[in-house]
């Protein structure tokens, strides 16, 4: 009661006017209650914040966004084609902005097997969107997903998301109890077999770095309801799938920027005023995808059981020599299953450093990401001596358009080199265009959907026009720094590979 009190008077809205007066009435009356009638006041507040919290699955629903959605997306993208969208089998338009890599034929057959955790990276408010499209193009199961409440906001989102298997997640309410019956929702719908996914970042990169630091609250509940069930006689294998959400152009990168250069512990959790919520920015932003020619990549990693060992095609755990072992004697004690609360936290605990591994090699880099940061490192050796503040004010900085080129056409080579040895992956156009293209098409992709341009053309150089966007464009491939640096960029490299060393 006094967790809900503090976070309404400061809160100030609707919810706020409607709420506090019963929180202050429990907390004034709290000392003269009955045993009974604490625990008849906590099942009701147990009771309504899980018919909060509780999502629903809709096959109805399901079949019409199938039908419908993407056709509307796609007409909003390129209204030319709005009415043969709608009709026609299929959704090319989509099917060309969106390529997904990875094991899927494996994914469906371990779906089929047992339960799947999905666990993205998360850049945009985009790719639940977009992962909810892929799953169903590729023939892979439905998932049920914890959605921040603000975007339960939009009463058409709101339907969809209520009937598509979103459950909402109110980041305001910092009560244990929440805590607790959210994991609890959690535990619930993976022991009954229900897929899920979680992103385990928590939030939206606000740099657009590759997450290194995971929170697994919700996604650890896959660990206990694993035991659970080898509890109960009915053995079901959980998988976790380790996925990375890549774009060359992210909707929300100037907010996002903005927010994370406010500071560490300045920035806000919850962003309810980005572009996201504006239509206008939305439409913008697909218009300009639609004329890349090179889209999203989802890259699907291959699956691990709860205890990060890898999995086959059959579903069975492997040991490191390859050997398969049986999950269940994870949670054995004298060869029968038992439940323990510390040793599960230990193993997604585990699980939790392994991912931000999983991510950085699982990556798929894109031009913008190869350009943006040959361009930031260019500005990095041009101002010595500041730090990233300063840094971040310079404007009109320019770079000879003959040595970027030269410069991006290094790092693609060494790129391709790290690739080969299985240490990042690539996009397509990385592979195969020659550096002064991949310049162009940057150039092009920057121009036309942000607020203003990042970069353009002058004459013989480049001209940088907004460091915040090359920085959080450059920050997907922070951590190969070092990697690709040239020996006259060896100490700018330095700097910004320790920018994510402290990220």
Known sequence: ?????????????????????????????????????????????????????AGNFDPRVYGIALRIVPGLLTGVMSPGTFPRELVQPGWPQLDALIRVEGPVERLRRLARLGTLILVPTHSSNLDSVALGYVLAREGLPPVVYGAGKNLFTNPIISFFMHNLGAYRVDRRVQARLYKEVLKGYSFEIIRRGYHSLFFPGGTRSRSNMVERHVKLGLAGTAVSAFTENQ?????????????TINYPLVLEAETLIDDYLKGAGQSRYIITDDEFSQVDRMVAFLKKVLVLRNGAVI?????????????????????????AIDPGTYVQQGGRPVADELRDMGYTRELGELLPSVYRRETVILWTHLVAHVLYRYLVLRTPGRDLFTRQRVRDASMRRDRLDREVGLAQAKLIELEQSDRVRLGRAIRSEPPSRLVDEALEAWSGYHSKPIAVAEGDSVRMLDPNLLLFYQNRIVHLADDLATPETVKAARIIAAMGEGA
């Open 1 to 53: 009661a006094n967790t809900e009190v503090r976070r309404l008077s400061s809160q100030k809205d609707a919810e706020a006017e409607l709420e506090i007066s019963a929180w202050r009435k429990l907390l004034r009356g709290n000392g003269r209650m009955s045993h009974d009638e604490r625990v008849a006041a906590l099942e009701r507040i147990c009771a309504r914040m899980s018919g909060d919290v």
């Open 231 to 243: 509890l109960d006689g009915a053995p079901r294998p959980v998988f976790f799938v380790p996925i």
């Open 299 to 323: 890259r699907f990693a291959e699956p691990l059981d709860p205890f990060c060992n890898p999995v086959d095609e059959l579903g069975r755990s492997l040991s490191p020599s390859g050997r």
